[in-house]
Structure formats: C-alpha cells, structure tokens
C-alpha cells in the first residue's frame, strides 16, 4: 500500500475498528488503489494496471494486457471525468478509453497473512465510475456498495467488513457501460482509492464487544434506532431511564458539530 494514500482515507484508521485498538492495527501492504505503481505512485497514461485484470468484459474486449491507466495527458475524458491527483489515476477497458456496452468486471486482490482473526479486518475507500458500478464484491459475495456514476468526484466513502479470508482475496468492482453499441460503445472507466488494516497476527476479536451505534454485524443503525448493546444506567436527577438511542447525519444538529 502506498504512504501516499489521501489525507481522508488515512484519518479513517486513527479510530478503534470493533475489537481491535487502532494502535495495533496493521496495514494491508498489497492493496492498490487504481492506476498505480507497486510504490502507489499513479502509472503513466496508457500504461497498464497490472493490480487490477478483468473478470469479464462484454463483445470482443480482450482481458490482457488491460485494464490501462487513463490520465489528463491523454485528455478527454479526463476533465469531464475527475482530474487527476497523486494517489490514483482512472483505469479503463481500452487506450482510447471506450468500452462495449454492457458490464466489465475488474478486479483487484490482496492478502490476509496466516494468524489473523478475518472479522478484523476493515477496508475505507471511496470510488466513482462511468458509468454506474452495481456491484462491489469481496470473494464473490456483494457488499451492497455501488457508484452512481457521478464521474467528477467521489460518491460517499465506503467501508468493507467482509466476508474476508485468510489467504488471498478478492475484490470486484461491476461497471456498466450503457451508452454506444458493440464496437461503438461509449467512454467507459474505474476510478478507486482504498486502504485496508486488520489486527494483529494471534489478536482475535472479543465476542460482544461493539462501537456505538452499530447493529450484531458492527454496521451502524438507522437514525433514532435503539442500540441494544448499550444500556443508560444513570441519568441527571428527576430523569427518567431510557434506552441509547443511534444518532447520524439523517437527524441533522448536532452532527456536524459533533463528529
């Protein structure tokens, strides 16, 4: 993994994640964002990403030696799609960064050393494509993360939490390409930053132990939602006991304010 991940991606793990102190975390050193070097820097344009490959691609696309990095050099669409930064570059299906219609499939794998408990493991990342990502999967199974296609910036940040295993896993992004035809399609592209952590090697999780807000898989509650892993034991003089209550953005103030 790149020490040149963003300052965003980077703040997520100075937080506790479940069971594991953040102090104790250990990063996930083969996980690459797109269009990148083994040294995380961003490829040059028409290079090829060897750390991402196609699963499937729709018509006549060939898998090798693609997917290839796209970048501001080789203008459009770069412009009308995010511009570039340091820590990644958009890959695309073909050099003229065009694809056929229907779904490509990239993806990228990573390894989990032997020792290590897989429900430590976490993955914070953002993306955007062109067009929609329907589907974001680790190890064949759908995380319900997609891209709207917003392809000027990032969607919202996404956390990964499994299902992960020991040894190598894998991680794959469908996009779909909706506009053109066979052989004529339109401007088609991946765009991801993440990076991972997990605990240490011997370290396992304590069982029933939870964040605030979260539900039994540590995915945070609804608005307003009770969280049954928490109890209020005390209250001010005259207050009457009442059940810990989720609070997020969806309620507005004082998130914002508050964290």
């Known amino acids: 993994m790149s020490l040149k991940k963003s300052a965003t991606l980077a703040a997520a793990f100075s937080v506790p994640s479940l069971a594991v102190h953040a102090a104790s975390l250990v990063a996930i050193g083969d996980l690459y964002n797109t269009g990148v070097d ?11 990403d060897g750390h991402y490959s196609f699963v499937s691609t729709p018509g006549t696309d ?8 796209a970048t501001a050099a080789g203008g459009f669409p770069i412009g009308a799609w995010m511009g570039d930064n340091a820590t990644s570059a958009w890959i695309v299906p073909r050099q003229d ?18 020792g290590v408990d897989p429900s430590q493991v976490f993955i914070r990342g ?23 296609g917003n392809f000027p910036a990032f969607d919202p940040q996404f956390t990964i939490k499994g299902p992960f295993q020991v040894g190598v896993n894998t991680i794959d992004f ?14 088609s592209g991946l765009r991801v930053e993440m990076a991972g952590s997990h605990g240490p090697v011997g370290r396992t999780a304590i069982p029933g132990l939870f964040n605030t807000g979260v539900d039994a898989t540590g995915t945070p509650l609804g608005d307003n939602a009770v969280d ?10 005259g207050a009457a006991l ?6 997020t953005s969806a309620g507005g103030f004082p998130i914002g304010p508050w964290l």
């Open 97 to 114: 960064t065009t694809g056929n219609v229907g779904d490509y499939i990239y993806r990228t794998s990573f390894t989990i050393p032997a």
């Open 174 to 187: 469908v996009v779909n390409e909706a506009s053109g035809s066979v052989g004529a399609g339109g401007y």
């Open 62 to 69: 060939p898998s090798p030696p693609g997917p290839f990095a």
């Open 126 to 148: 953002a993306g955007t494509s062109d067009n929609t990502t329907s589907a974001v999967r680790v190890n064949g199974v759908a995380t319900g993360i997609t891209f709207s």
């Open 242 to 247: 009442a059940p810990a209550i989720a609070a």
């Open 38 to 48: 083994a040294t995380g820097v961003p490829l040059a344009d028409d290079a090829p």
């Open 228 to 237: 049954s892993h928490w109890l209020i034991t005390s209250t001010p003089a």
